[in-house]
């Protein structure tokens, strides 16, 4: 079974409202962020340190893997990306002006007869054994295989630093469809009220990024994921009333909620 990786890299498309940088700021400004050079040298270097590096230390040979990258990314940006896989001719990268191109275009490729497609965050990475581990299900086409155990990580002063190891059902890391293509088969966080699920629990088969640019603001520590918690609210009381209103609700039904789980006496 040949195991294909699919990745989005800072696709432009401010008719896509799937990312926090599309929905809080107009066309211009999401633009201007989604491509600042701060940014951008920062994911490059936690995608060549990080994610590129666990897809070609994989333990067999019998995987491949598209990225799909914004035709808008800046020319010295592009020609860097392209730089960086030339020496792996299993690697492409193909240019698309929005979403829609890109879901068409993994909705149309042609992975042959017996194949899985796994999402692949441009900032996340896989243990070593993925490829080598998804055999075992090359005959359950039609499922999705979710490898539960992963490690936090994260790109600072120059280094990649290990954090605690995370346990999580549904995550989008490296979530794979056997026979199907992952991006068509809808939201990863109930996945398995669409398709059949198998949760593997083989240990630190994904490694998830901890990025001050993603959406998701985690943390190594409780004190990390507060900050970022924070800094949301404060940017939604600026900018969305309305949402830091709900956000502030949501945050204490969801305390009521585990309180009222709790066994009497807890």
Request: include cysteine; charge should be positive; proline fraction near 3%.
């Amino acid at each position: 079974m040949t195991v294909y990786f699919v990745t989005r890299f800072s696709i432009f498309d401010p008719s896509f409202r799937g990312f926090r940088l599309s929905t809080d700021h107009d066309v211009v400004e999401y633009e201007r962020r989604l491509f600042d050079r701060g940014r951008l040298d920062h994911k490059f270097a936690t995608f060549e340190s990080i994610t590129l590096r666990s897809v070609v230390a994989q333990t067999r040979t019998d995987w491949r893997w598209i990225i799909y990258a914004s035709d808008r990314l800046p020319s010295n940006f592009a020609a860097r990306l392209i730089r960086l896989v030339t020496p792996y001719p299993q690697i492409t990268v193909r240019a698309v002006p929005s979403f829609r191109e890109f879901f068409g275009e993994t909705q149309s490729y042609d992975y042959g007869e017996s194949f899985a497609t796994v999402r692949l965050d441009d900032d996340d990475g896989v243990g070593s054994a993925f490829v080598e581990n998804l055999q075992q299900y090359s005959a359950s086409r039609g499922t999705i295989i979710c490898f539960t155990e992963g490690r936090l990580v994260k790109y600072s002063d120059d280094k990649v630093v290990r954090g605690e190891a995370v346990s999580e059902r549904n995550n989008a890391q490296g979530l794979t469809a056997v026979g199907l293509n992952i991006y068509n088969c809808g939201r990863h966080s109930d996945i398995d009220s669409r398709y059949p699920v198998v949760y593997d629990s083989t240990a630190e088969m994904y490694l998830l990024c901890c990025s001050p640019y993603a959406d998701t603001q985690r943390g190594f520590t409780s004190l990390d994921r507060a900050a970022a918690k924070v800094r949301r609210l404060v940017f939604l009381v600026g900018h969305r009333p309305t949402e830091a209103r709900d956000e502030v609700f949501n945050f204490f039904a969801r305390r009521m909620k585990r309180v009222w789980k709790r066994p009497w006496g807890a």
